[in-house]
């Protein structure tokens, strides 16, 4: 926090990001988010922010999106690489395969990492407010007579 001042101190894009390929929560850096390589928990355990920070249910669409683009990039790359080491005498047949794996394989690498990283982008537009994390029921106070 800083001196004065009620707003958390906003962290930086480099930060937020590092954390996300880390499949950390952007937000702290310590919770790991991910249940699963393909499903993400509701809550950060460390800082217990909500990760899917609206109620709507396209939230992930801007993760499908980031998975979208690195995989595409992948490809690219494999097949820029595989002409480029055979050029003059491209195998086109070779070059097809490689291409069709990494278009399949790439997606499901990705994966984990283009929910964190969408999670990191969404903190840096939209910077959390204290309606975005769920107090745990083990944290919460208790109501005593």
Not at 104 to 120: E, I, N, V
Request: proline residues 8%.
């Amino acid at each position: 926090m800083r001196e004065n001042d009620d707003r958390p101190a906003r962290l930086s894009t480099a930060r937020l990001l590092v954390r996300a390929v880390a499949l950390r929560c952007p937000n702290c850096g310590r919770g790991r988010v991910l249940r699963s390589w393909f499903r993400v928990r509701a809550t950060c355990p460390a800082c217990h922010l909500k990760l899917q920070r609206n109620e709507d249910a396209d939230y992930w669409t801007g993760g499908f999106l980031v998975n979208f683009i690195i995989a595409e990039m992948i490809v690219s790359l494999v097949l820029l690489f595989a002409v480029w080491a055979a050029w003059p005498d491209v195998d086109w047949g070779l070059v097809l395969r490689g291409t069709v794996v990494a278009a399949l394989a790439g997606p499901l690498l990705t994966w984990p990492f283009s929910r964190t990283l969408w999670l990191g982008i969404d903190l840096r537009f939209r910077p959390p407010e204290s309606s975005d994390f769920e107090i745990a029921p083990d944290i919460a106070p208790r109501n005593s007579p």
